[in-house]
T-cell receptor
């Protein structure tokens, strides 16, 4: 059974750095075509894709947020980490990690974590 | 990069079909076969309904079908049921520097 679970702070201050961890089970982060994305969803709005890490450790970022994002994984711990710098109240929302089985053309996320709510406020 | 365009809302009576459109460009929906659709109930994570334009995961009801023509993809829910009331999002691979685009979402109301 494939599961993903996000963890991290519930509340951060403006200008803080956010670190979120996605712990996965039921598949290997080094398995063929196995990748994980971070996706966020502001309250009442559509999901926004943030970053993806492929099985071969190649990374891809949202163009609009690239300067603030870092994604990496620890395969031995089955964890994918997202770091987002210079947090702003506009970054408030639910952050999901999701699995995509794709070598190149990522689109379909077949499993999501339940999400973690992050509020940015002083 | 702009989100994919979806109607804000659609509605239908139980048993009727509804169709949701998702319009992009030749850099995403029109140029690739990686279009997906998701259903999201309030407070829940999105659930994959359709991948690669029209393929359904085995656990998804065949009441959900999808297609693509040019730069517009479509999701049809046939035989609308009360539990289908939810938000629906399309997504697509894009060959721009952003890997994945989502649509703005469509709220489906069962009358």
């Amino acid at each position: 059974q494939v599961t993903l679970k996000e963890s991290g702070p519930v509340l951060v201050k403006p200008t803080d750095t956010l670190t979120l961890t996605c712990s996965v089970s039921g598949f290997s982060l080094s398995g063929p075509r196995m990748g994980v994305s971070w996706i966020r969803q502001p309250p009442g709005k559509a999901p926004q894709w943030l970053a993806h890490i492929f099985s071969n450790d190649e990374k891809s970022y949202s163009a609009s947020l690239k300067s603030r994002l870092t994604i990496f994984k620890d395969t031995s711990k089955s964890q994918v980490v997202l770091v987002m710098t210079n947090m702003d109240p506009a970054d408030t929302g639910t952050y999901f990690c999701a699995r995509a089985v794709a070598a190149t053309y990522v689109s379909a996320f077949d499993n999501f974590g339940e999400g973690t709510v992050v509020t940015v406020s002083s | 990069q702009s989100a994919l365009t979806q109607p804000a809302s659609v509605s239908g009576s139980p048993g009727q079909p509804v169709t949701i459109s998702c319009t992009g460009s030749w850099n995403d929906v029109g140029g690739y076969g990686q279009v997906s659709w998701y259903q999201q109930h309030p407070g829940k994570a999105p659930k994959l309904l359709i991948f690669d334009v029209y393929h359904r995961p085995s656990e998804i009801s065949d009441r959900f079908s999808a297609s693509k023509s040019g730069t517009t993809a479509s999701l049809t829910i046939s035989g609308l049921q009360p539990e289908d009331e939810a938000d629906y999002y399309c997504s697509s691979y894009t060959d721009t520097s952003t890997l994945v685009l989502f649509g703005g979402g469509t709220k489906v109301t069962v009358l």
